[in-house]
């Protein structure tokens, strides 16, 4: 409805195509708009998309070389898959922020020495909230060492602590690339492999970084400009959420804190 009524009043509504997408990274380009919304995408893709991770940490036993304070943090930093159909942030649940299972998940974590505890051996109560990646190192245990934990996970945003961040979020500017004489040396120069005899390679294209390695060396036989209004948006996630969701919450998010402060100036 939004965006019907912005077409008729003849404002300009952004475009966005994918150009390339996989389980961890998406590109996207991004036309009809300029490098402040762009950069507002971003910046909601880092900070305003929320993913779950361990915020408490009951120690039952730990004579591991870590101090408990350390063990604890690292947990934290461990990325876990992230539901976000399911649960609620703290503040927003129906519990009053008292931990229920709509806003909270729950850990267990027994090992004795000697042995490396790894990610995996958080034990879920509920399977679809568990460690990213299997194999991260949280303590090495010796002879007659042991670990015994339980942690509580919860939905929040990277702007309270980043190990809520779901992703690593950059943008430039397209490449506007102009072979004017052609070069096999081109393909040499160019560190992205932007090249290939002498002509640009359309699948590579998007490699370049506007570098101007290529038209500091051949100013007269090639040029790149950046395309105003023209942007690409990369996102790569850590592995909470798939990258294609980063971006349609940050987006959601984003208008939602825009209608908030347009109520607020009223
Ligand atoms: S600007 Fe840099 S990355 Fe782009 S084509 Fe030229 S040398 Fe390659
Ligand atoms: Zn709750």
């Not at 051996?121 to 509920?126: A, C, G, M, Q, S």
């Not at 934990?149 to 943008?171: D, E, I, R, V």
Request: aromatic residues 6%; glycine residues 2%; contains cysteine.
């Amino acid at each position: 409805m939004q965006e019907e009524r912005r077409r008729e009043e003849g404002q300009e509504i952004m475009n966005t195509k994918i150009l390339k997408e996989n389980n961890e990274k998406i590109v996207i380009n991004l036309t009809n708009t300029n490098f402040e919304t762009a950069n507002s995408i971003r910046r909601s893709c880092i900070n305003n998309v929320p993913t779950m991770a361990i915020e408490d940490v009951h120690i039952l036993a730990n004579n591991s070389a870590l101090y408990d304070e350390i063990l604890a943090h690292r947990l934290g930093m461990i990325p876990l898959t992230t539901d976000l159909k399911t649960y609620n942030k703290l503040e927003d649940c129906k519990c009053k922020s008292a931990g229920c299972a709509r806003c909270t998940a729950e850990f267990v974590l027994e090992a004795k020495g000697p042995a490396t505890v790894y990610s995996k051996d958080l034990v879920p109560t509920d399977p679809s909230i568990k460690p990213v990646f299997d194999e991260m190192p949280v303590v090495k245990l010796f002879e007659n060492q042991e670990v015994r934990l339980t942690a509580k996970a919860c939905l929040n945003n990277g702007t309270y602590h980043t190990k809520h961040s779901p992703c690593n979020a950059y943008y430039q500017f397209y490449p506007n690339i102009k072979v004017l004489k052609s070069k096999k040396a081109l393909d040499d120069i160019c560190p992205r492999k932007v090249f290939k005899n002498g002509a640009v390679d359309k699948d590579n294209l998007l490699n370049c970084n506007l570098c101007n390695a290529c038209t500091d060396a051949f100013p007269d036989s090639v040029t790149v400009e950046p395309e105003e209004n023209n942007i690409l948006l990369t996102i790569e996630s850590w592995g909470q959420l798939a990258p294609k969701t980063i971006y349609n919450t940050a987006i959601t998010n984003l208008i939602s804190d825009l209608d908030e402060f347009k109520k607020l100036l009223k």
